[in-house]
Nanobody
Framework: QVQLLESGGGLVQAGGSLRLSCAAS????????MGWFRQTPGKEREFVAA????????YYANSVKGRFTISRDNAKNTLALQMNSLKPEDTAVYYC???????????????????WGQGTQVTVSS
């Protein structure tokens, strides 16, 4: 089992920045990939970014590419998402996830992730 706890959400004006963090505990010796997803009421969970165990494989949704940066520190069992140039459409609950995507394409699918955090709210005002 891997337990995930997100932090860093909040309210920010459009154009501002936030940094989300995710702390992992439990079975942290496993070589799992990690990702960020987001969800707004009435919509399906949406892929944001993902990173492989070594950090060499990184994936972004087109909507956040160039604005968001995902990173991980395996020594500290943490995952981060630096969000810059935020837009009102980035408003959502952001979830941290861990799992073992079998192919590059599967990094984008929430079905590839076995463990999820509780989520942290990000609100971007216009």
């Amino acid at each position: 089992q891997v337990q995930l706890l997100e932090s860093g959400g909040g309210l920010v004006q459009a154009g501002g920045s936030l940094r989300l963090s995710c702390a992992a505990s439990g079975r942290t010796s496993s070589s799992y990939a990690m990702g960020w997803f987001r969800q707004t009421p009435g919509k399906e969970r949406e892929f944001v970014a993902a990173i492989g165990w070594s950090g060499r494989s990184i994936y972004y949704a087109n909507s956040v590419k160039g604005r968001f940066t995902i990173s991980r520190d395996n020594a500290k069992n943490t995952l981060a998402l630096q969000m810059n140039s935020l837009k009102p459409e980035d408003t959502a609950v952001y979830y941290c996830a861990a799992g073992w995507p079998p192919t590059n394409e599967r990094y984008y699918s929430d079905y590839s992730y076995a463990y999820w955090g509780q989520g942290t709210q990000v609100t971007v005002s216009s």
